[in-house]
């Protein structure tokens, strides 16, 4: 069971309707600089409305059109093209995934889209990433 400690509410955002294969990588995120992540969510609409900088989160239909790529420190792929609806908390049965801690690089970290139907301009993929403060 995932013990919270801290967490940090990251987006990405599409800046233009997105492409099929398009990769989006992350913003740095100064917050969750060398600490270790050992677990994460994915929200859509039905989650999280919208985002706190102002942008609408993805629709529930279009979760599935996600996956998520993490990079570590050492330019390792460790989780490499996982879907996100895999890591929404309603989808599996409330419970948050822990995943092996490391120190991510979160801007070598992206997400891929699989099938851009129905995601639009300015929406975002909402993720809340859990850490240690070490």
Do not use: H, W
Request: aromatic share 12%; charged share 20%.
């Amino acid at each position: 069971m995932l013990v919270i400690k801290n967490s940090y509410l990251a987006s990405i955002i599409f800046p233009a309707a997105p492409s099929n294969g398009q990769k989006l990588f992350f913003k740095d995120i100064p917050t969750l600089r060398d600490k270790i992540i050992n677990g994460f969510e994915a929200y859509s609409a039905s989650d999280l409305a919208v985002t706190p900088d102002g942008n609408t989160v993805i629709a529930d239909a279009d979760i599935d059109q996600i996956t998520i790529t993490l990079v570590d420190k050492n330019q390792n792929e460790f989780i490499f093209n996982a879907p996100i609806i895999n890591f929404n908390p309603r989808n599996q049965g409330g419970f948050i995934r822990e995943i092996c801690p490391n120190k991510v690089d979160f801007t070598r970290s992206y997400i891929t889209v699989t099938d851009n139907t129905g995601i639009s301009q300015n929406e975002a993929v909402a993720f809340t990433f859990y850490y240690n403060a070490r």
